[in-house]
């Protein structure tokens, strides 16, 4: 996947460091770090300042030559380019392990990400609460989502359900899919899916530890 900016074409790749630029110097602030060459944001990441400077070029001219990012200005920037600027509205359909801890986790209302609502099917489960976020059933998401302006949905429930709940969300005029079913989903070419899949991470890391061994 790439995006296209003016005549240049952004990878995923690129886009996919963006997020991981953004914490780091969110962390620098933190520590009281004023500048910041592309040396130490690099070593930080794990990145190379070529890299850095490479992907950064790809939205404008960033920094000063011979001094390296301001912190806060570079961070509003890549937030800016990320639509962390706006506030976005977040639904998670599936109240297992997962979207209990993703109901509970506390760092989206920090970038902007608010949740709105939580779906399930579970009679026990409707009308209870999640860090103050009320649990509906299922059948109320097109009535919700419109209500409270919801634009992105979060799947956490089984595989087999994983299809029909994204058309759900779609139905009900969500812009985008925010995946954790180890499924491809089938939905219309302008809904955004990203798909997490946990196994595949842990696969990836049995693959390089049996190297090791």
Do not use: C
């Amino acid at each position: 996947m790439k995006e296209s900016k003016g005549n240049a074409v952004i990878s995923k790749a690129t886009i996919d460091r963006l997020p991981l630029y953004y914490r780091t110097l969110k962390l620098s602030q933190e520590e009281g770090i004023e500048i910041i060459s592309s040396d130490e944001l690099g070593r930080k990441i794990g990145v190379t300042p070529e890299q850095i400077r490479k992907d950064l070029s790809a939205f404008g001219e960033f920094g000063k030559k011979g001094v390296g990012y301001y912190v806060r200005e570079l961070m509003r920037n890549i937030g800016e380019i990320l639509g962390l600027n706006r506030k976005w509205n977040i639904a998670i359909a599936g109240v297992g392990h997962l979207g209990w801890a993703l109901a509970n986790y506390a760092n989206f209302s920090p970038q902007g990400f608010q949740l709105q609502a939580i779906f399930d099917v579970d009679s026990d489960k409707i009308g209870r609460y999640i860090n103050e976020v009320e649990i509906f059933h299922i059948d109320r998401m097109k009535e919700i989502v419109a209500a409270r302006d919801i634009q992105i949905g979060i799947i956490t429930v089984p595989a087999e359900h994983a299809q029909s709940t994204a058309m759900r969300f779609v139905e009900a005029g969500i812009k985008g899919i925010w995946n954790f079913a180890p499924i491809k989903l089938d939905v219309p070419a302008n809904i955004q899916v990203i798909s997490e899949d946990l196994s595949v991470g842990l696969s990836s890391m049995s693959y390089y530890l049996s190297r090791q061994n």
